[in-house]
């Protein structure tokens, strides 16, 4: 391993470290615009210059190897000198936009001329100026201040894997943008933003509304999806601001997808902030406690056979839990956290879990993709997945419908009987499996949300059981959930309790007129003309398809109203915690279901958060620990039967409409129709 000395301190580093990153390890800071940890070297805007004895000029540290004998010196008078010097020519056509810039405050361009430029600028020249290139509804282009750090065409390139930035030109006539003009096509584009060190490249939903240092920011977590990503919420007063992300290696590392980070403008619209009941056929408002009384009087004439709650995708687990124990203690054991109808088996947990992690996507040399489309259903997913591939040794194969992913897929079509072929061996794809020294599969909801669910899920089994890709320290079985709240509800019990009626079972029931009372807990992904004539009591946040329906409404709580646990695909626990206030009456949902259970006469056991996660880890000792990952024992799980010949269809038909929040948001709604349908929204031309 080299051994160097940095700035008098003698350091040994392991083989292909940067003299930058070697300086990083001693805790010595090294200016740099264009380098970043997770994007190829790129050595262009030479501010990380630092002086290497006895060589001629000051060296790139960002590009040079780290080298037996090394002697550097970081802030000698020379290598002070060549940063002044790249520093005043990153200024000569920087516009003086700091006043009323939305980078100002978290600029680097700022901190750095602060910190290492020149006091003083001796050009007098014209500034140049440049065109501002048009990249859609989410990114706000200012191209006069890009300093063509490149940093955006390597995250399109190398992260997204849509090549769609580049530079044309050179020296001055240099220009940064998109060959074709055209917006960006990418579900992480959001991410350079924060990669672009100075104000060129801004949200543009986000634009002259706020400073950075008026902002409250509070860490969570992502609901849109079930990845969990780490999230940074900022909000001033009772409004969210802008959503960020938080470096998280084992889940989204420090990207998150363009839902996550502009969706935040649907928690301001269409939002249910006072309890409402129907009255001669319309909703009136009402105070909780006429809600309550309504509601406690049509469940007291019911035997709990006749009652019946759905749990919706956002819900929390302390949410869930809580309305099961209800539901428990009127006697009714029909209930589903499954909107979908997905057949998943929730006696075997690791028949549910993305077993392999996600970080553990990354040891993985070989995938099958069973129904599944993980660029739209799970972006981070996907993101994982083209990281592995670009490294190189990695293969991907797909049974289902053709989609564009960011890496190269095998197709071999969309017929679910080859799962049989490859299960007995008589696919070749099976034979790779088992060569493969860490082979794994990801099996979407889509395959199993049909009425073959069951079968595929177990055909699914008998793939990784004959194929080996269950073993020591390794288990290559993944099941791709879309929903936030499916694995909290799978393991709080969220599912029929014995002799209780599935999803389907529900919707068939309240249409026979054989549920009376449906309680759901912000479910609206569902046809609600299937609830028949049966008594609805909506608990939600949105006026979405539920609160149409609901001939009670209880106002509850978003994600970033409370503080809520949830489980992601892979089973890590990790706590989302208040960034505002609900507006109006609302409240939290377990608050409310706490509530009603003392008007009803049948007291949950709990009155407070602590007391509640204290039963909730009782009760399934999984949930008691944070932010990591319990291996699952492998078990049998899913029904043996005949898979039908039918096409897998894709459970994520419109990505930016996926969930009430996003439903209500105007920039996801441009997103649908730019990116969906095909028209401009501003324009109605076709994009």
Not at 76 to 89: D, L
Not at 605 to 626: M, Q, S
Request: aromatic share 6%; charged share 25%.
């Amino acid at each position: 391993m080299p051994k160097l000395k940095i700035d008098g301190i003698e350091v040994e580093v392991p083989p292909g470290t940067t003299v930058l990153q070697a300086c990083e390890m001693l805790g010595i800071e090294v200016p740099r615009f264009c380098f970043h940890e997770r994007l190829e070297i790129a050595g262009n805007c030479r501010m990380c210059l630092v002086e290497q004895e006895k060589a001629p000029k000051p060296i790139a540290s960002c590009a040079m190897p780290a080298a037996d004998n090394m002697v550097i010196h970081t802030n000698s008078p020379r290598a002070r000198k060549a940063r002044q010097g790249v520093m005043e020519f990153l200024l000569i056509n920087h516009p003086l936009d700091c006043p009323i810039c939305d980078q100002g405050g978290e600029c680097d361009l700022q901190d750095q001329a602060m910190a290492y430029g020149f006091d003083r600028g001796r050009y007098r020249e014209n500034k140049r100026a440049v065109k501002d290139k048009e990249l859609g509804p989410l990114v706000k282009t200012t191209m006069t201040r890009c300093i063509h750090c490149t940093r955006c065409i390597r995250f399109a390139t190398e992260i997204a894997g849509v090549e769609e930035l580049g530079a044309t030109g050179r020296g001055e006539n240099m220009e940064v943008g998109t060959y074709i003009e055209h917006a960006l096509t990418s579900e992480l584009s959001g991410n350079i933003i924060d990669l672009c060190p100075v104000g060129a490249l801004t949200s543009k939903p986000y634009a002259f509304t706020a400073r950075s240092w008026e902002l409250r920011k509070t860490e969570s977590v992502d609901v849109l999806d079930a990845v969990g990503s780490n999230i940074r919420i900022d909000a001033r007063g009772p409004q969210v601001m802008r959503i960020l992300p938080r470096l998280n290696e084992a889940v989204n590392e420090e990207w998150i997808s363009d839902k996550t980070r502009f969706a935040y403008d649907g928690l301001l619209r269409q939002r249910l902030d006072h309890p409402y009941v129907r009255r001669d056929g319309k909703l009136a408002p009402a105070t909780w406690d006429e809600a309550f009384q309504v509601i406690a009087q049509r469940m007291k004439g019911l035997a709990g056979g006749r009652m019946a709650a759905i749990a919706g995708d956002l819900a929390c687990v302390e949410s869930m839990f809580a309305l099961r124990t209800m539901m428990d203690g009127v006697g009714s054991p029909h209930r589903d956290c499954r909107q979908d109808g997905a057949a998943i088996d929730p006696s075997a947990r690791s028949g549910y879990l993305f077993n392999t992690t996600i970080a553990g996507i990354e040891d993985a040399d070989f995938c099958l993709l069973i129904g599944t489309d993980p660029r739209w259903e799970a972006p981070l997913v996907n993101a994982r997945l083209r990281k592995r591939w670009r490294r190189g040794g990695f293969s991907v194969a797909r049974i289902g419908p053709r989609s564009e992913l960011t890496y190269a897929v095998e197709e071999l079509g969309n017929d679910p009987s080859l799962l049989a072929a490859i299960a007995d061996g008589s696919h070749p794809i099976a034979q790779r499996l088992r060569d493969a020294k860490a082979p794994m599969l990801i099996l979407g909801q889509g395959a199993i949300a049909r009425p073959d669910g069951a079968a595929v899920l177990a055909a699914a089994r008998r793939v990784a059981d004959s194929c080996g890709l269950v073993r020591d320290g390794w288990n290559g079985f993944n099941l791709l959930h879309t929903a936030a709240a499916r694995v909290g509800g799978l393991d709080v019990g969220f599912v029929p309790a014995s002799g209780g009626r599935d999803m389907a079972g529900i919707l068939a029931g309240a249409a026979a007129g054989e549920i009376d009372l449906v309680w759901l807990l912000g479910a609206d992904e569902f046809d609600m003309a299937r609830l028949g004539r049966a008594f609805v009591v909506y608990q939600g946040h949105h006026g979405d398809a539920g609160a149409h329906r609901a001939d009670v409404i209880l106002p509850g709580a978003a994600y970033t109203e409370k503080d809520a646990l949830y489980v992601n695909m892979e089973g890590r626990v990790q706590e989302g915690r208040r960034a505002v206030f609900p507006p109006g009456e609302a409240r939290e949902d377990w608050k409310i279901l706490r509530a009603f259970s003392g008007a009803l006469g049948r007291p949950l056991p709990f009155d407070t958060l602590d007391e509640l996660r204290r039963k909730i880890a009782a009760a399934c000792p999984v949930l008691a620990t944070r932010d990591a990952v319990t291996a699952a024992p492998w078990a049998l799980f899913g029904v043996a039967g005949t898979v039908s010949g039918a096409p897998f269809v894709p459970p994520v038909a419109d990505f930016y409409m996926t969930d009430p929040i996003c439903r209500a948001s105007t920039t996801m709604a441009e997103c649908s129709q730019l990116y969906v349908r095909g028209t401009d929204a501003r324009t109605g031309t076709h994009g």
